[in-house]
């Protein structure tokens, strides 16, 4: 597949099309990423109208997006930026050129929510720190946290979480095939 059709597969599936966009910048304007991203919700949506699938996948913009649709509210047209932002990160995953960071964190996170049932922050940051080369990062915040008894060292695990691992396997599995598509 050409880059030119594997950004037109991402839009379909996205359900978004580029020429809706009329760069009014709305959506950069409300975006409350934007100041940290490279190019914004507007600038994604520019780079697929110029047809630069490189510039989509290796920018900060589709690792730092949340997903809190501020910009699909705030956009005259209904575009769904981050509807492609996601698609774009699948890619970008694909292709091996994910952040490093972003991919760590959500491995951590999703391995601690399969096992207890709900994020332990403890362990979160501990395995997120010790696996993205960060040992030190927050650890002075740490005392503090656990005198306000805003983490716990010992994990809740919740009722039924064998049942949301399984889901959350599926879930993943169901991923996997989507990717093969
Ligand atoms: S708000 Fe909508 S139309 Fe305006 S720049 Fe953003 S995506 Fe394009
Ligand atoms: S969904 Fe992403 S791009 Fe859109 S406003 Fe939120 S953070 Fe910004």
Not at 2 to 19: F, G, I, N, P, W
Request: net charge negative; hydrophobic share 40%.
């Amino acid at each position: 597949m050409t880059d030119h059709e594997t950004l037109q597969s991402l839009l379909d599936k996205a359900d978004v099309r580029q020429y809706d966009c009329y760069q009014c910048g709305k959506c950069s304007g409300g975006c409350p990423m934007a100041d940290a991203m490279d190019f914004g919700p507007r600038g994604i949506m520019r780079c697929a109208q110029v047809g630069s699938l490189g510039r989509i996948l290796g920018s900060s913009t589709i690792w730092l997006c949340t997903g809190c649709y501020a910009c699909v509210d705030r956009c005259p047209h209904d575009v769904n930026v981050p509807a492609l932002i996601e698609e774009a990160r699948y890619e970008a995953a694909r292709r091996g050129i994910g952040r490093h960071d972003s991919d760590v964190l959500n491995k951590v996170f999703v391995t601690n929510l399969k096992i207890f049932g709900r994020s332990h922050e403890m362990i979160l940051a501990g395995l997120y720190n010790l696996l993205a080369l960060k040992p030190a990062q927050d650890v002075a915040a740490l005392p503090h946290m656990l005198a306000k008894g805003m983490i716990g060292i010992k994990p809740n695990v919740i009722e039924g979480n064998d049942e949301l691992a399984e889901m959350m396997q599926r879930a993943c599995d169901w991923d996997k095939l989507e990717e093969k598509k």
